[in-house]
C-alpha cells in the first residue's frame, strides 16, 4: 500500500485538494492522506483550526527538503533515500516538524536513525534536541559517546556545544554525573 501511496505522491494525480508553500517551492497533497497521518493537518483542513482557504497552506518555519522527506513519510510510511551526509540535519529537522504535526512515528524513525549516527561531529546538537524533546535513549547513546576518551574534549570545544550549554545549562551537570569517571 505504502508503494501504491508513494507513487500516487509522485504522479501528482488528484493532488489539487491542498498546497503548501513552503520558501520558494509548492507541494501539492491529498487533503484526506494528510489529515489521517497528522492531527494538526486534521485540524487545519477540518477542524477548529481549518485554514481560512484550505487548498492553499503556507509554511515557512520547514525547510522545503525537510517537508519534501515528511511529505515522503506520510505517504510512504518511510524515509526517502537521502545522502548520508544531509541525513543527520535533515532527521535533526525532522523531529521538529514531526513534533509540530504530532507525527510520533515519523519523529521515532527519526530519533533511532541519529542515534544510529552519532559521531563527535553530531553529538553536541543531538544532545540539545534530545533535552528539548525528552529523548532519553538518545541522550543515553550521546553519554555513551562522550565517555570515550578524547570525545568529550572534542565536543567541548565546538560551538554547538557552547550553544547548547547555553541554552540547556541544566544539561551540564547531567552531562558530568554520565560521563564523570
Known amino acids: 500500500?505504502?508503494?501504491?501511496?508513494?507513487?500516487?505522491?509522485?504522479?501528482?494525480?488528484?493532488?489539487?485538494d491542498v498546497t503548501f508553500q513552503v520558501g520558494e517551492e509548492t507541494f501539492a497533497a491529498h487533503w484526506p492522506v494528510l489529515a489521517a497521518r497528522?492531527?494538526?493537518?486534521?485540524?487545519?483542513?477540518?477542524?477548529q483550526?481549518?485554514?481560512?482557504?484550505?487548498?492553499h497552506v503556507r509554511i515557512d518555519d520547514?525547510?522545503?527538503r525537510v517537508s519534501r522527506a515528511m511529505l515522503h513519510f506520510v505517504y510512504t510510511?518511510?524515509?526517502?533515500?537521502?545522502d548520508s551526509s544531509d541525513e543527520p540535519a535533515v532527521a535533526q529537522h525532522l523531529i521538529v516538524a514531526a513534533d509540530k504535526y504530532g507525527m510520533e512515528r515519523l519523529r521515532l524513525i527519526c530519533?533511532?536513525?541519529?542515534?544510529?549516527?552519532?559521531?563527535?561531529g553530531t553529538a553536541a546538537t543531538t544532545l540539545d534536541l534530545a533535552e528539548q524533546y525528552g529523548f532519553r535513549g538518545r541522550k543515553e547513546a550521546c553519554f555513551k559517546l562522550l565517555k570515550t576518551p578524547g570525545?568529550?574534549?572534542a565536543i567541548m570545544d565546538s560551538d554547538e556545544f557552547q550553544r547548547m550549554t547555553t541554552r540547556c545549562p541544566s544539561l551540564l551537570s547531567e552531562l558530568l554525573a554520565n560521563v564523570a569517571p
Open 1 to 16: 500500500m505504502h508503494q501504491h501511496m508513494g507513487r500516487l505522491l509522485e504522479s501528482h494525480v488528484g493532488t489539487t
Open 38 to 47: 497528522s492531527p494538526v493537518f486534521m485540524a487545519q483542513l477540518f477542524g
Open 49 to 55: 483550526m481549518k485554514e481560512t482557504t484550505t487548498s
Open 62 to 64: 520547514v525547510d522545503p
Open 77 to 82: 510510511d518511510s524515509l526517502p533515500e537521502m
Open 111 to 120: 530519533e533511532d536513525r541519529l542515534c544510529d549516527n552519532i559521531n563527535t
Open 151 to 153: 570525545n568529550l574534549k
